[in-house]
T-cell receptor
Framework: GQSLEQPSEVTAVEGAIVQINCTYQ??????LSWYQQHDGGAPTFLSY????GLEETGRFSSFLSRSDSYGYLLLQELQMKDSASYFC???????????FGTGTKLQVIP | EAGVTQFPSHSVIEKGQTVTLRCDPI?????LYWYRRVMGKEIKFLLH????????ESGMPNNRFLAERTGGTYSTLKVQPAELEDSGVYFC???????????????FGEGSWLTVV
């Protein structure tokens, strides 16, 4: 089976930088994705890493180390609207079943 | 282009009743998924269709849940009879059949909130 672990909650100050870690155990690894979900809303795609290294998209960056089965999401210049749950996810095989981690609830405080 | 749409958005039913949730994926997406999130916990996989075929239904909790995707377009998820623990948000998602290099981006609907009382 597959399993992903993330911290359950993180609190950070507006304007600061926060890193959300994700470790996974899976077979047939096809990449690590990150999704954001505001309370009551649909999860939305943030970023994807198929190869080792850092991917940057605006204020958000995502990192992957396949040898360590580890990745993280980095959020810079935090804004209050970034308060949400963040999920890492792995895709399995060519049919793209996606399995989600337990989610990290980020609270941004003034 | 229309996104993934789900109906109903909210449903309150009594224990023992039946509810059918519907999902219309993005047009042309072969992959359709059902997920459930209960009480702010993880987004739990239920099942995955590729066109009209069930690719993986390992996440379906029990035989009270039945999913169909006739014709490979929209999908329904029926819960019969509903129990209290079935309450939660049921998300449908879809994705195109693309290669590994395109990533595993899936597009979610807004969810169907189910409350069993």
């Amino acid at each position: 089976g597959q399993s992903l672990e993330q911290p359950s909650e993180v609190t950070a100050v507006e304007g600061a930088i926060v890193q959300i870690n994700c470790t996974y155990q899976t077979s047939g690894f096809y990449g690590l994705s990150w999704y954001q979900q505001h309370d009551g809303g649909a999860p939305t795609f943030l970023s994807y890493n198929a190869l080792d290294g850092l991917e940057e998209t605006g204020r958000f960056s995502s990192f992957l180390s396949r040898s360590d089965s580890y990745g993280y999401l980095l959020l810079q210049e935090l804004q209050m609207k970034d308060s949400a749950s963040y999920f890492c996810a792995v895709g399995i095989g060519g049919y793209q079943k996606v399995t989600f981690g337990t989610g990290t609830k980020l609270q941004v405080i003034p | 282009e229309a996104g993934v749409t789900q109906f109903p958005s909210h449903s309150v039913i009594e224990k023992g009743q039946t509810v059918t949730l519907r999902c219309d994926p993005i047009s042309g997406h072969d992959n359709l998924y059902w997920y459930r999130r209960v009480m702010g916990k993880e987004i739990k996989f239920l099942l995955h269709f590729v066109k009209e075929s069930k690719q993986d239904e390992s996440g379906m909790p029990n035989n009270r849940f039945l999913a169909e995707r006739t014709g490979g377009t929209y999908s329904t998820l029926k819960v019969q009879p509903a129990e209290l623990e079935d309450s939660g948000v049921y998300f449908c998602a879809s994705s195109p059949s693309v290669g590994r290099s395109s990533g595993n981006t899936i597009y979610f609907g807004e969810g169907s909130w189910l409350t069993v009382v």
